[in-house]
């Protein structure tokens, strides 16, 4: 069974960073087969899709709240993906989340409802 885990979060100040994990786990996961999506949920808010990296390592940030701040990189070897985030701010706090979808099943990260396999999240709390 395909198992994807966060870590990271935390509680950050206004301008600050944090650097969350995703790691892929199970029978056969390499990411060279799965696009691994980071969402965000707030409060009383939907998730959404803040940024991908797909199979082949070509990062999209979806969101433009986060374009300029956030970045997606891997490392194959851990089957780990990383969301390093840069001046954060109160409106970045959330759950993040993290999911995978297989490349047969798609081309690139898809809407929340149809990732297929999530991992629990992480809070990330920013506040002075």
């Known amino acids: 069974q395909l198992q994807v885990v966060e870590s990271g979060g935390g509680l950050v100040q206004p301008g600050g960073s944090l650097r969350l994990s995703c790691a892929g786990s199970?029978?056969?996961?390499?990411?060279?087969?799965?696009?691994i999506g980071w969402f965000r949920q707030a409060p009383g808010e939907k998730r959404y899709l803040i940024s991908c990296?797909?199979?082949?390592?070509?990062?999209?940030n979806a969101a433009d709240s986060v374009k300029g701040r956030f970045a997606s990189s891997r490392d194959i070897a851990k089957n780990t993906v990383y969301l390093q985030m840069n001046g954060l701010k109160p409106g970045d706090t959330a759950v993040y989340y993290c999911?995978?979808?297989?490349?047969?099943?798609?081309?690139?990260?898809?809407?929340?409802?149809?990732?297929?396999?999530w991992g629990k999240g992480t809070l990330v709390t920013v506040t002075s």
């Open positions: 999911a995978a979808v297989h490349i047969t099943e798609a081309t690139q990260c898809r809407e929340w409802y149809d990732m297929p396999y």
């Open positions: 199970g029978p056969g996961f390499s990411l060279n087969y799965y696009h």
């Open positions: 990296i797909s199979s082949v390592g070509e990062t999209t």
